[in-house]
């Protein structure tokens, strides 16, 4: 069976890469040169904006590839073997849950040090198939300097250590629990039948290992396992008023919370904490790890936030410097 998809490639965008051969592996020894879109504009995990042009492959069973580290001035080569039957697994799975949507695109993130991830994408959802390391492939010595000459001046003076990369693309396993409470003046208490309870409809994540996801309601409360969130959005309806709250979370505070929560624990479970009380213009995130009481509060300088309200501002954090429709990711 043959599927419609784009191959594509990325990497961040302070330490570009240069693909120099790709091919795809396809079961009995196929193999074929295929074309990777490079994505040099978007985030890491971003695939090319090129449209898929009616070209159908089987699934892959792996890829090989060969490409050049500006920031590094190095060579990498691997061949990734990936599971074909998973695969089709996950594309049959989206396609039956979401009848307008299935995967477009094979994303293959190339990092510093030798960094592949690999994921399988649509629109509005990715899935990380794998993250490893490749080789460094030392270069004929004329190829090698004629790629220095070209790339000498375009990248950083000082590259993050590889935990960085590592700690981007590790998973955790949480779920989100998200407007649960109100401020009472002192302190976040847990509604009661008194007060009316905020309806939370649907969420959205953007996670630093590349990944995304729609969350429906059914599924807010369910752990799963993924990366750091990065942006978030929070869809709730408060009477006939829509919200929408939007989050902008700095990759190194995150990381050192995320670190702290699950220290010497990483097959732990943890809550994510969404609050929310517009009349007394407060929110708050935080950590909460299952066999912890007490969360760890994330520093309002750490994110930021806003609010719309049927489509207009209604409330936006005092750090808040983007653009006015930052939100549409």
């Known amino acids: 069976m043959k599927y419609g998809y784009t191959p594509s490639s990325t990497f961040y965008s302070l330490y570009p890469v240069k693909v ?25 995990g971003d695939h090319s904006p090129v449209e898929e042009d009616g070209t ?19 060579c990498y080569d691997t061949e990734l073997f990936l599971n074909p039957k998973r695969s089709e697994k996950l594309w ?33 959802k990715a899935v990380l198939l794998e993250w490893f390391y490749a080789n460094n492939d030392e270069l004929h010595t004329y190829e090698s300097i004629i790629l220095k000459k070209r790339n000498l001046i375009t990248h950083p003076s000082v590259l993050p250590p590889k935990e960085f990369f ?3 693309m590790q998973q955790f396993t949480y779920r989100y629990v998200a407007l649960e409470d109100y401020w009472d003046g002192n302190a976040w208490q847990p509604f009661d ?13 953007l996670l630093y290992d590349g990944t995304r996801d729609q969350l429906g309601s059914e599924y807010l409360f369910d752990y799963h396992q993924a990366g750091m969130p990065k942006s978030l959005a929070v869809v709730w309806y408060n009477g006939r008023d829509e919200y929408k709250a939007y989050f902008w979370i700095k990759n190194a505070e995150i990381m050192n919370i995320f670190q702290k929560v699950f220290y010497n624990k990483s097959d732990a479970k943890a809550d994510f904490i969404i609050r929310f009380d517009l009349k007394s213009n407060k929110y708050e995130l935080a950590l909460r790890r299952e ?12 994110y930021e936030v ?8 209604c409330m936006q954090s005092d750090n808040f410097s983007r653009e006015w429709d930052a939100w549409r990711w």
């Open 20 to 44: 120099l051969e790709s091919a795809l592996l396809f079961m009995e020894e196929d193999i074929r040169p295929v074309p990777l879109y490079e994505n040099t504009t978007g985030d890491w």
């Open 56 to 74: 159908t492959y089987p699934m892959p069973g792996g890829i090989w590839l060969r490409w050049w580290s500006v920031p590094e001035q190095k």
């Open 92 to 124: 049959k799975e989206l396609s039956e849950g979401r009848e307008t949507e299935s995967y477009k695109y094979f994303v293959f993130g190339l990092s510093p040090y030798g960094g592949v991830a690999v994921w399988m994408k649509t629109q509005k």
């Open 166 to 168: 590592d700690q981007n």
């Open 193 to 205: 039948d008194d007060i009316d309870e905020m309806f939370c409809d649907h969420m959205e994540e």
């Open 291 to 302: 066999d912890i009481v007490q969360p760890v509060i994330i520093p309002q300088d750490d």
């Open 306 to 313: 806003l609010v719309l309200r049927n489509g207009n501002k």
